[in-house]
């Protein structure tokens, strides 16, 4: 008996084993074996002319040094704006401001994030223009570090948020009627519970930094990193799979490494056991400086992307200045660049119907089964392993695992590598969610006569609705923007936006380029407000 009850949640297990057995694993058992690979025999043979190469030694120094800076600056950058939210008094319609334009970039892919850098502060760029004189040097180190500190903003600001949301502010009146000075009473009560929030913020970030490709590929420069070595091996004039092979696997340790600190640092999280919902203590001049710095934060992102919507309005920027509407026309009028956006449309709703199935069927498995927890525990690995794999190196190994077969350029071979690059935290989304619903419904169930199936349609699935939409959201928002990965995978026939912009960018067709970029971005925002508004209703109507 107790084995038939388990046949469908064994049958979804062993799918879900199976889709990451020969899409992740594989692939990436593939790539270590390349990487030891030589004419004759398995040697570090590729390893040492890797670490022996010219320029690869700088790379990798500039990688970290530049990821650690961006990641340190966005994390305080981050908590400033977390901290105006959560603890001044600011008006409350602009802390909504601030919070929804400070997660603006995830809306757009980071390739475009350069080509904004460029246009609004190089030689002939808006603010250069606009102030008679260029303020720096934006290919290199200077373009990097500010690509990546928007582009890892609300990913920091999201984590700092989050936990600052659940800070109990009583211990702060407690440490004040104590007689403690302002700032002891502030390292104590925010600063302290929010240590472990405030090193995984740095590590995303720099995980994030480390590993991006769209950022270096369009503001690099003469400045390497590795993400730009790892793709000039594989796709470069002379493609070296080995050595690529071996860069790919350095890229994926630091990675390793930061998900093991990561759940390391999990222990320093404070947890209160009740938190008590009281207001902020009057400071005009705390909110004042506050939410004068976090506008002038949230300014400057807004201001780097304001070219976007500028350029492609003008006749020819920056000597013709007159307003026009050809260049849309022309984008629009285009087959070949309407058809990219019709594929990533495609490729987005294909990777979001299909991961909200296997999200939601391995959340179902793991938190609403009776499997054993040896098995519940081999799903949640994979989720911990599919956090830990940059999008770079996901791309290579299927680029490795699948050319020559009958996946090789086909939207299928995207949509799966979206599938199991996203899947970590829209499951545990969609985990969380389940966890926190009644234990005892499938229990009545059963007492009612209905099997497991059943209770998963009939009660489990409506009550799950408002998360299925936002985990649905989560696919397709990250689906639309992605570069790294798709890069490798993408064809002539299956291009995307984001491989498009950057075919475009070879051939200096800036104005195609954010007119493809506004596409992304307004097709995200009316998605996500779509999607909002669809899970609200849907838990109000649960409710």
């Known amino acids: 008996m107790a084995k038939e009850k388990n046949t469908e949640n064994w049958v979804i297990w062993a799918g879900v084993i199976l889709v990451f057995l020969v899409f992740l694993f594989y692939p990436l058992l593939l790539i270590l074996i390349k990487s030891f690979e030589t004419k004759d025999v398995f040697s570090f043979a590729n390893y040492v002319e890797v670490f022996s190469g010219k320029g690869f030694g700088e790379a990798l120094k500039n990688s970290f040094l530049i990821s650690a800076l961006g990641a340190l600056i966005t994390t305080i950058l981050a908590f400033i704006v977390a901290y105006t939210i959560n ?11 601030i919070r929804v334009f400070a997660l603006l970039p995830m809306l757009l892919p980071t390739i475009t994030y350069g080509f904004a850098i460029i246009y609004s502060f190089g030689k002939q760029g808006l603010y250069t223009r ?28 999201m984590l700092i948020n989050n936990t600052m949301i659940y800070i109990d502010k009583k211990f702060s009146i ?4 104590m007689g403690d000075k302002p700032l ?26 480390f590993t991006d490709f769209g950022i270096p590929a369009s503001v690099g420069g003469k400045v390497e990193v590795i993400a730009s070595i790892l793709y000039t091996e594989m796709l470069g004039s002379v493609p070296n799979f080995n050595n690529g092979a071996v860069v790919a696997i350095i890229m994926l340790l630091p990675s390793v490494i930061s998900f093991l600190v990561i759940k390391y640092l999990d222990r320093f999280n404070v947890r209160y056991n009740r938190i008590l919902n009281m207001d902020n203590e009057k400071n005009t001049l705390r909110d004042i400086i506050c939410g004068l710095v976090s506008a002038l934060i949230i300014l400057i992102v807004l201001a780097v992307f304001a070219v976007i919507f500028i350029v492609p309005l003008v006749k020819g920027w920056p000597y013709n200045m007159t307003f026009t509407l050809d260049n849309i026309k022309k984008v629009l009028g285009n087959s070949s660049l309407s058809m990219v956006y019709k594929n990533s449309l495609f490729v987005a709703i294909l990777t979001s119907i299909l991961g909200t199935i296997m999200v939601y069927g391995s959340a179902l498995v793991t938190d609403r ?18 956090n830990t794999v940059p999008g770079m190196v996901l791309g290579i190994a299927f680029m490795l695992a699948f050319t020559g077969t009958s996946l090789q350029n086909t939207f299928a071979i995207i949509i799966l590598c979206n599938l199991v690059h996203f899947f970590a935290t829209p499951y545990m989304m969609m985990k969380n969610s389940l966890s926190k619903m009644n234990l005892s419904w499938e229990k009545t169930a059963k007492l009612m006569g209905d099997n497991w199936i059943k209770t998963m ?8 609705l408002p998360s299925l939409v936002e985990v649905f959201s989560y696919y397709f928002i990250n ?8 890069i490798f995978l993408a064809g002539a026939r299956t291009m995307v ?24 971005l307004f097709t995200n925002l009316i998605a996500k407000v779509v999607f909002q508004v669809l899970a609200k209703f849907l838990s109000r109507k649960n409710n």
Not at 174 to 177: E, N, R, T
Not at 369 to 386: F, L, P
Not at 501 to 510: D, G, M, R, S, T
Request: hydrophobic share 50%; charged share 15%; with cysteine.
């Open 87 to 97: 603890f001044t008094n600011i008006n409350l319609t602009f802390k909504k401001f």
């Open 130 to 157: 606009l102030f008679g004189r260029q303020a720096f040097d934006v290919y290199g180190i200077k373009g990097l570090l500010i690509g990546y500190i928007i582009y890892t903003l609300p990913t920091s600001f």
């Open 174 to 177: 407690v440490s004040k009627v």
């Open 184 to 209: 002891i009473t502030f390292v104590e009560t925010i600063l302290r519970p929010l240590i472990g929030t405030l090193a995984v913020s740095f590590i995303q970030c720099f995980f994030l930094s």
């Open 369 to 386: 089964s009776t499997i054993s927890n040896k098995a519940r525990s081999v799903i949640e690995s994979i989720a911990s392993v599919t």
């Open 457 to 464: 349609v009939r009660i489990i699935t409506p009550n799950a």
């Open 479 to 486: 689906a639309m923007v992605t570069v790294s990965a798709v």
């Open 497 to 520: 936006i984001t491989t498009k912009i950057k075919e475009l960018q070879h051939f200096a067709k800036f104005n195609e380029i954010f007119v493809l970029s506004l596409l992304i």
